[in-house]
């Protein structure tokens, strides 16, 4: 119903900027709620950043706070990920996910029900 393919991922420096891509078929997203969750190796999948009904309510990881942004698209039916400032423990596979509208931010993998494949982002130093 909804297909979600993330990229942008890659290899920076500490210190550095990224800015990951999530693009959506099968249905528009405008008002579906979209996250964003990572997994390095040997940890669980985590939450990162998430939007409720649009951009205008977003939720983000204490961890990714100031730092990353997450953006919507429409006419792209596109959702970003803006990292800034990276570290190398925010080096993991990124997840793009999407579920139901809701008019509150979820942060559980558990509240969505479409995801990408994932993108590797690896930060050096």
């Known amino acids: 119903q909804v297909q979600l393919v993330e990229s942008g991922g890659g290899l920076v420096q500490a210190g550095g900027a990224l800015r990951l891509s999530c693009a959506a078929s099968?249905?528009?997203?405008?008002?579906?709620?979209m996250g964003w969750f990572r997994q390095a190796p040997g940890k669980e999948r985590e939450f990162v950043a998430a939007?409720?009904?649009?951009?205008?309510?977003?939720y983000y990881a204490d961890s990714v706070k100031g730092r990353f942004t997450i953006s919507r698209d429409n006419a792209k039916n596109s959702v970003y990920l803006q990292m800034n400032s990276l570290k190398p423990e925010d080096t993991a596979v990124y997840y793009c996910?999407?579920?139901?509208?809701?008019?509150?931010?979820?942060?559980?993998?558990?509240?969505?029900?479409?995801w990408g494949q994932g993108t590797q982002v690896t930060v050096s130093s």
């Open positions: 996910a999407a579920g139901s509208p809701s008019r509150v931010v979820v942060t559980t993998p558990q509240g969505y029900d479409y």
């Open positions: 099968g249905r528009t997203i405008g008002t579906a709620k």
């Open positions: 939007s409720a009904w649009g951009s205008g309510s977003t």
